[in-house]
């Protein structure tokens, strides 16, 4: 009877131990199971890698930021006349009235004399004066 009292003390013993260890198992279980779903980030790292397309683009995007400078630049120059490049009409012509004014005082085509010019407008009014030195100037004629 003892000795059937000590093997059912340590048959007792040895399933108390088991189920220690099972509950240790569970225990460290669900430790980390909390640890994931709380959401904690330890650490976090990233690299960032720039491929062959997005060289290409920068590339590209210096190049085209190169030649607005160039266009802006060029459109900004001005000539001889002062006016700035991109203003200068493309068509230089002259209202055949103008041209005519100009044939009657002696003045032909080409570039014409300011002094000449004020010459040969003496009969006109101000405002007429103004407005063929404004179309010689678009013209690009006058000097």
Known sequence: MELDAGMQGRD???RLEAAATL?????????ERQRFLSGEVERISATVESSRRE??????????????????????????DGF???LQPLRRTLPSATAEMLAKSGI?????????????MVGLSLEQRIAVKSQLRRAGVMV
């Open 12 to 14: 007792l013993v040895e």
């Open 23 to 31: 509950l240790e198992r569970t225990l460290g279980w669900l430790e």
């Open 55 to 80: 060289e290409e683009l920068v590339v590209k995007l210096a190049e085209a930021e190169r030649q607005l400078a160039e266009l802006l630049a060029a459109g900004t120059a001005t000539v001889g």
């Open 84 to 86: 700035p490049k991109a």
């Open 108 to 120: 032909g085509e080409g570039a014409v004399d300011v002094k000449t010019l004020d010459a040969a």
